[in-house]
């Protein structure tokens, strides 16, 4: 059965702090792994996927990684704007379009 | 200008009741799912219908049955709600790129 698991839950970081956020995932043939961005009230909004091993994406602030066990989430000099519940998940390769999510993480960016 | 749009975005109701969501999308999309998310904010699929055909049917209680009557509607008809039904209720289509979400229906059962 396909997992993700996410840490940590909840990240609290200054303006500027720059972190990382985790994405522990084990899949049967990993078709895409996805990261969203879901803000309160608000369904998740599509932020990367990531294909293969080793490949990398950047959008603004944010930079998506990927290893074989692994994706990364990486925030540089954070903003509050990017307060949000960030979702990973994955999709395996016979899964009919199929995500499996992990259970996010909270962050929290204060000025 | 919705992509994925969901109605009603509240739906507070009695145990026992029947009530339906409705969702629309106009991107041209194939495929279509209904996902729920608990308190905890766990996503986890319900269905998936693609160009009208169910494809993806997790283990999901009877009382809860899809429709799609074309491929820019899915709606969820739910029979004889439970207060563990209680959650967020997500439509999404699929692109090529990646699921475009609606804004969910928060569904409160009383």
């Known amino acids: 059965e396909d997992q993700v698991t996410q840490s940590p839950e909840a990240l609290r970081l200054q303006e500027g702090e720059s972190s990382s956020l985790n994405c522990s995932y084990t899949v049967s043939g990993l078709r895409g792994l996805f990261w969203y961005r879901q803000d309160p009230g608000k369904g998740p909004e599509f932020l990367f996927t990531?294909?293969?091993a080793g490949e990398e994406k950047e959008k603004e602030r944010l930079k998506a990684t990927l290893t074989k066990k692994e994706s990364f989430l990486h925030i540089t000099a954070p903003k509050p704007e990017d307060s949000a519940t960030y979702l990973c998940?994955?999709?395996?390769?016979?899964?009919?379009?199929?995500?499996?999510f992990g259970q996010g993480t909270i962050l929290t960016v204060h000025p | 200008d919705t992509a994925v749009s969901q109605t009603p975005k509240y739906l507070v109701t009695q145990m026992g009741n029947d009530k339906s969501i409705k969702c629309e999308q106009n991107?041209?999309?194939?495929?279509m799912y209904w996902y729920k998310q608990d308190s905890k904010k766990f996503l986890k699929i319900m269905f998936s219908?693609?160009?009208?055909?169910?494809?993806i049917n997790e283990t999901v209680p009877n009382r809860f049955s899809p429709k799609s009557p074309d491929k820019a509607h899915l709606n969820l008809h739910i029979n004889s709600l439970e207060l563990g039904d209680s959650a967020v209720y997500f439509c999404a289509s699929m692109g090529d790129y990646g699921y475009t979400f609606g804004s969910g229906t928060r569904l409160t059962v009383v």
């Open positions: 998940a994955v999709q395996a390769g016979t899964s009919y379009g199929k995500l499996t």
């Open positions: 219908y693609n160009n009208k055909e169910l494809i």
């Open positions: 990531l294909y293969s």
């Open positions: 991107l041209g999309h194939d495929t």
